[in-house]
């Protein structure tokens, strides 16, 4: 899966799991400030993440994404691209 | 002085209608709000009839993000109590001292039902790490208050009542408490359930209290009737904006009715069944309406319990006669549950509105499905028709498994001090 894949598909997640809008998401975006995901929230990532990319995020690793594209790059890095 | 208590506005989603006047235009045409479940695969269910809210959009209300997040039960809760706040025209700026004088009570039977079975389904079939962050949120009973007290921002008092079936009728008679011992000035009152789920429909099958005439969908809720086997269960919810008297004639505010009398016992008796004869009933009623100041002979309508099960109609009929004497054959009964199904820990504050509605209206709706009434149920059920009647004061029956009861009675509003 290529970065342009885990973009569209972290997108994907973020409008049908989290109900956030499209439009409001982007690489830049942080999820607390700009798309004003909270704790529970991250929680309910984290799982979409691991089970749409076939990943293990522990927590530590988790708490050190702030925003789209880092979560971007960390899965990037899980799935050794 | 006295503090009263009145209702100035009102907001409901039930299975006849997505708001109040649609509800009630349906409700006295009769209409009939059963039929075959939709929300999940009934194969193997004694029941497979309910009283589902049909097409309800939950984003109509509340924005995407949030609506997901959210139990149905909370959905619908949200949802009546936007109408009614809109209907009240009340509304609390951030940093408005008039907020903190305004509160919640919701009552709910068993809160997020469809959530907990779902997150019990999840944590079997994948793992503890897989239930959701929200599972808790969306299970709890009073987190509909908590929501709305979020949305609305009211700071008031806050709480949640858990009293089965009886638990929306205890949530509007403790918010006019709360109002009349000058802990608020204007309540957020009503309840709500959603409780169309495999568990609660096969645990409720267990209990022996849901109908099972499964072919005829619309003809299966039909209280006093002979024929009568069990309830059919309902969904959805009702909220009353409760409001210190001289607050909303301050405000001018557009009154309904007002709220008099409320009366509570408990049957000591069994978890499912009422005390034979009807005694805790009756002092529920008795309850109310010394409460309210009235004679029996001053009740012009009653909206009953009226599930349609075996034991309870022919109960109430009994506790009404303890209560009324001669007086409970001239007064009109009728069961909001034969169109409706039973909301459960909804029902007392959709019967309220139905009661407030008959108020305003002069006009009461039928019990439908009434063809032939068991002999033990004699009274003037309104049947199969609605009926022109002037109502000045209304009584609503709310009983719940424990044994919990609970009466209202609502008045037409009077302007004279009284």
Redesign the interface.
């Known amino acids: 899966m290529d970065r342009s894949e885990v973009e569209a598909k972290m997108t994907d997640l973020l409008v049908d799991e989290?109900?956030?809008?499209r439009d409001k998401i982007a690489m830049s975006a942080s999820f607390e400030e700009d798309l004003?995901v909270d704790s529970?929230g991250v929680?309910?990532l984290l799982?979409a993440l691991e089970?749409n990319f076939g990943v293990s995020i522990p927590d530590e690793e988790a708490e050190q994404i702030g925003t789209v594209g880092q979560a971007v790059d960390l899965v990037m890095q899980k799935l050794g691209g | 002085m006295t503090r009263r208590v009145v209702v100035t506005g009102l907001g409901t989603i039930n299975p006849l209608g997505h708001d109040v006047e649609s509800f009630w235009k349906a409700a006295l045409e009769g209409r009939s709000g059963v039929g075959q479940i939709t929300a999940f695969d009934t194969s193997g269910y004694k029941a497979t009839i309910a009283a589902e809210v049909k097409d309800f959009d939950p984003e109509q209300y509340i924005?995407?993000?949030?609506?997901?997040?959210l139990d149905r039960y909370d959905q619908f809760f949200w949802a009546a109590t936007q109408q009614a706040i809109e209907d009240a025209g009340i509304a609390y700026e951030d940093d408005d001292p008039a907020a903190h004088r305004a509160g919640v009570v919701v009552g709910s039977g068993i809160g997020g039902m469809i959530s907990f079975q779902e997150g019990v389904d999840t944590m079997r079939q994948r793992g503890p790490?897989?239930v959701?962050?929200?599972a808790i949120?969306q299970i709890i009973s009073n987190m509909a208050a908590g929501l709305v007290s979020i949305r609305f921002n009211l700071r008031g008092p806050n709480t949640c009542i858990v009293t089965a079936c009886a638990a929306s009728a205890n949530a509007i008679g403790d918010a006019a408490e709360l109002i009349k011992r000058d802990a608020a000035d204007v309540m957020v009152a009503g309840g709500g359930e959603a409780p169309i789920c495999e568990f609660a429909v096969a645990g409720f099958s267990q209990a022996r209290a849901l109908s099972t005439r499964n072919d005829e969908p619309e003809r299966a809720s039909r209280p006093f009737d002979a024929e009568r086997d069990g309830f059919v269960m309902g969904e959805g919810a009702a909220t009353l904006i409760l409001e210190e008297r001289e607050h909303a004639l301050a405000r001018g505010a557009k009154i309904y009715a007002e709220i008099v009398g409320y009366g509570m016992s408990a049957d000591a008796y069994h978890v499912t069944l009422p005390r034979p004869g009807g005694g805790g009933a009756a002092r529920a009623m008795q309850n109310a309406i010394e409460d309210a100041g009235l004679g029996p002979e001053s009740i012009d309508y009653i909206n009953a319990h009226g599930t349609s099960t075996q034991a309870n109609d022919s109960t109430e009929t009994a506790a009404i006669k303890a209560v009324f004497g001669d007086h409970a054959y001239k007064t009109p009964v009728s069961s909001t549950k034969s169109m409706t199904g039973h909301l459960l820990g909804g029902a007392g504050a959709l019967e309220s509105l139905v009661c407030i509605l008959s108020i305003r209206d002069g006009i009461v709706p039928p019990t439908i499905n009434l063809e032939n009434p068991d002999p033990e149920c004699d009274l003037d059920y309104v049947p199969n028709e609605a009926r022109a009647v002037p109502v000045r004061n209304a009584m609503t029956n709310s009983f719940g498994f424990g044994g919990h009861n609970a009466a209202l009675v609502f008045a037409a509003h009077q302007t004279a001090e009284t």
Not at chain 2, 63 to 69: G, M, N, P
């Open positions: 989290l109900g956030i809008d004003e529970l929680v309910e799982m089970d | 924005e995407r993000k949030e609506a997901r997040r790490d897989r959701s962050p929200l949120t």
